[in-house]
T-cell receptor, first 113, second 115 residues
Framework: GENVEQHPSTLSVQEGDSAVIKCTYS??????FPWYKQELGKRPQLIID?????GEKKDQRIAVTLNKTAKHFSLHITETQPEDSAVYFC????????????FGEGTQLTVNP | KAGVTQTPRYLIKTRGQQVTLSCSPI?????VSWYQQTPGQGLQFLFE???????NKGNFPGRFSGRQFSNSRSEMNVSTLELGDSALYLC??????????????FGEGSRLTVL
């Protein structure tokens, strides 16, 4: 089955700096890669996703890049703000497996004012 | 539009007991999936139901089961509880009509503590 590894497990940055979280996956059939943000005590929420037919996607300060050959994808947050502090999860699925996502173990991002 | 609603939010059980958790999806969403979240383990997929049928199943023992009703509401049951079943159980709904993976909308979760 699919295996997703996520690094780093914790990341601390200064406000205004950029943050990068990286994930690798094992199943070459995976073609859907979402990122979820979970604030303390809250539910996970989708912040951005990418499908394998594109290499990069941006949404304001957030971008995701995908390298299918190397089987890795990354989340980039620019101009970080304290409200970006949360746990970020990457995930992968084959795209036709319904709601079955394989998640990474999460990255605790702390943005220091 | 109301979000995904899970009940109960918190519960405490003892080893050997069973528990039933409930999930009401967003109106119009026919796919309901369940995930177990524990510290350091991320989110682990339990199962997914679509139109009252189990469409996918994760790698959990048979003590974990679920079902979906005609109104798309779903329940999951854990029998013969073990200490390791202590976790946050998250329900998520999505449109996912054709089986293509799309955005999951999570509930707040049911936090189960097994003593």
């Amino acid at each position: 089955g699919e295996n997703v590894e996520q690094h780093p497990s914790t990341l601390s940055v200064q406000e205004g700096d950029s943050a990068v979280i990286k994930c690798t996956y094992s199943d070459s059939a995976s073609n859907y890669f979402p990122w979820y943000k979970q604030e303390l005590g809250k539910r996970p929420q989708l912040i951005i996703d990418i499908r394998s037919n594109v290499g990069e996607k941006k949404d304001q300060r957030i971008a995701v890049t995908l390298n299918k050959t190397a089987k890795h994808f990354s989340l980039h947050i620019t101009e970080t703000q304290p409200e970006d502090s949360a746990v970020y999860f990457c995930a992968a699925s084959s795209g036709t497996s319904g709601s079955r996502l394989t998640f990474g173990e999460g990255t605790q991002l702390t943005v220091n004012p | 539009k109301a979000g995904v609603t899970q009940t109960p939010r918190y519960l405490i059980k003892t080893r050997g007991q069973q528990v039933t958790l409930s999930c009401s999806p967003i109106s119009g969403h026919r796919s309901v999936s369940w995930y177990q979240q524990t510290p350091g383990q991320g989110l682990q997929f339990l199962f997914e139901y679509f139109s009252e049928t189990q469409r996918n199943k994760g790698n959990f023992p048979g003590r974990f089961s679920g079902r979906q009703f005609s109104n798309s509401r779903s329940e999951m049951n854990v029998s013969t509880l073990e200490l390791g079943d202590s976790a946050l159980y998250l329900c998520a709904s999505s449109l996912s009509a054709s089986g293509n993976t799309g955005e999951l909308f999570f509930g707040e979760g049911s936090r189960l503590t097994v003593l």
